[in-house]
């Protein structure tokens, strides 16, 4: 249990470290994300973006398994 603690805080970290760097990705404006706009109403969904962060994160965790 220490051991995913301790992976878990190096990795935010890391993310803290590369937000400048992962905030250019188009991660939120792919196709597939669902975005209405009505006046004084807006609704976002991002659809793709996150099956796309679901299979990164699914592989990283099947390979930290092994």
């Known amino acids: 249990m ?3 603690f301790i992976i ?3 990795l935010l970290v ?3 470290l590369l937000w400048p760097v992962l905030s250019k ?3 939120g404006r792919l196709p597939g994300d ?3 706009r009505r006046e004084h109403f807006s609704f ?3 659809l793709t973006t996150s099956i796309l ?3 990164l ?3 990283l965790f099947w390979f930290l398994r092994k």
Do not use: R, T
């Open 2 to 4: 220490a051991k995913n």
């Open 8 to 10: 878990l805080g190096i």
């Open 14 to 16: 890391a993310v803290g």
């Open 25 to 27: 990705l188009p991660l």
């Open 34 to 36: 669902i975005v209405i």
């Open 44 to 46: 976002y969904f991002p």
């Open 53 to 55: 962060v679901s299979l």
């Open 57 to 59: 994160l699914s592989l």
